[in-house]
């Protein structure tokens, strides 16, 4: 049965417990030493895994994942802020080179395309809009 609780910071847990059995040739401390190997690598995931005990060669385990990790936001975002408004850019573009105006602007040169081609097209692409870049 999955099970929820919370860590000490708040965040939710979600749980199973399990019980597992090494294969034929492997022991216990075999089982115990693939687990160790797969948890450092899953517990960048927030995923754990720990070994509550074991009996007779049947160990009893914990596998969860804390749902703040599944949904933390994190991947390649959009800077929000800009120092400069599109005036700025528009006047600043007229005397220097793309690869200037994109530093000036703190962006890529593929996004001052983009950018520039959206404010030409809904008519916005003038010196005297204070809008932010």
């Not at 450092?40 to 009893?60: M, P, S, V």
């Not at 602007?105 to 959206?118: D, F, G, Q």
Request: proline share 1%; aromatic share 12%.
């Amino acid at each position: 049965m999955i099970k929820k609780r919370k860590d000490m910071f708040g965040y939710d847990i979600i749980y199973h417990q399990l019980r597992m059995m090494p294969m034929e040739g492997e022991n216990v401390e075999d089982l115990k030493g693939d687990f160790e190997y797969l948890k450092k690598k899953l517990e960048a995931c927030g995923i754990y895994i720990h070994f509550l005990n074991e009996r007779k060669g049947i160990c009893d385990v914990e596998v969860g994942i804390h749902e703040h990790h599944r949904s933390r936001g994190a991947g390649w975002f959009k800077k929000k802020t800009s120092k400069v408004s599109v005036g700025q850019v528009f006047e600043y573009q007229k005397t220097h080179t793309t690869k200037e105006t994109a530093a000036f602007a703190e962006i890529s040169v593929k996004t001052l395309y983009n950018r520039k081609k959206a404010l030409m097209e809904a008519g916005q692409w003038k010196s005297d809009n204070k809008k932010m870049f």
